[in-house]
């Protein structure tokens, strides 16, 4: 068991450009969920896999927001047209079943949008 | 899910036991009570999790009265590395998928 893994840990982009970032999970856990904290908050909900399907988002996950998981592996963030007010950690998690309230969080990548 | 309220922040010294209460007054039949853990620069980590009475592992203890309207984080012992971010988290067993975390409290341990 390594943990979840995310890269990168930091990015700083300019406003206006396309970041995406990364998330491997546990092996065999079949939930991904990714969450978005900003300073002295805790973490928000953006949205979760079961396996390769994306079950639910926030409403937090706007247009610019995409997110995919492909053959229910890893997982890809991805944020267009970068704004100011994206700069956040942008935290993965993961884990096997459902319910049970344990999830298992990588490093967070750490978004600095200039 | 229901909302939870806990101290912004606390403070203790080496070796003493802390008690961070935490009160979800809308708790559902359904709902359990998680505990996390969060460290500077790092994703939270689940400390615990229950039902009802007490709940003991060898990170904590926590406690909770028969309404269940609130809950008790004791952590045995604190030392430096327990400085952290501790988040109550109210939900229905069967459907936690999405945590909700609120702002959580700050604990400071002195040396």
């Known amino acids: 068991d390594t943990g979840v893994s995310q890269n990168p840990r930091h990015k700083i982009t300019k406003r206006g450009q396309n970041v995406t970032f990364r998330c491997d999970p546990i092996s065999e856990h079949n939930r991904l969920y990714w969450y978005r904290q900003t300073l002295g908050q805790g973490p928000e909900f953006l949205t979760y896999?079961?396996?390769?399907?994306?079950?639910?988002k926030s409403r937090l996950l706007s247009d610019r927001f995409s997110a995919e998981r492909p053959k229910g592996s890893f997982s890809t963030l991805e944020i267009q047209r970068t704004e100011q007010g994206d700069s956040a950690m942008y935290l993965c998690a993961s884990s096997t079943r459902q319910g049970a309230g344990e999830q298992y969080f990588g490093p967070g990548t750490r978004l600095t949008v200039t | 899910l229901a909302k939870t309220t806990q101290p912004i922040s606390m403070d203790s010294y080496e070796g003493q036991e802390v008690n961070i209460t935490c009160s979800h007054n809308?708790?559902?039949?359904?709902?359990?009570i998680t505990w996390y853990q969060q460290f500077p620069s790092q994703g939270p980590r689940f400390i615990i999790q229950g039902y009802k009475t007490k709940v003991t592992n060898e990170v904590a203890s926590l406690f909770i009265p028969a309404d269940r309207k609130s809950s008790t984080l004791s952590l045995p012992r604190v030392s430096l590395s327990d400085t952290a971010v501790y988040y109550c988290?109210?939900?229905?067993?069967?459907?936690?998928?999405?945590?909700?975390f609120g702002t959580g409290t700050r604990l400071q341990v002195f040396p």
């Open positions: 988290l109210v939900g229905a067993h069967y459907n936690t998928d999405k945590l909700i």
């Open positions: 896999f079961q396996n390769e399907a994306q079950l639910e």
């Open positions: 809308n708790i559902a039949t359904n709902d359990y």
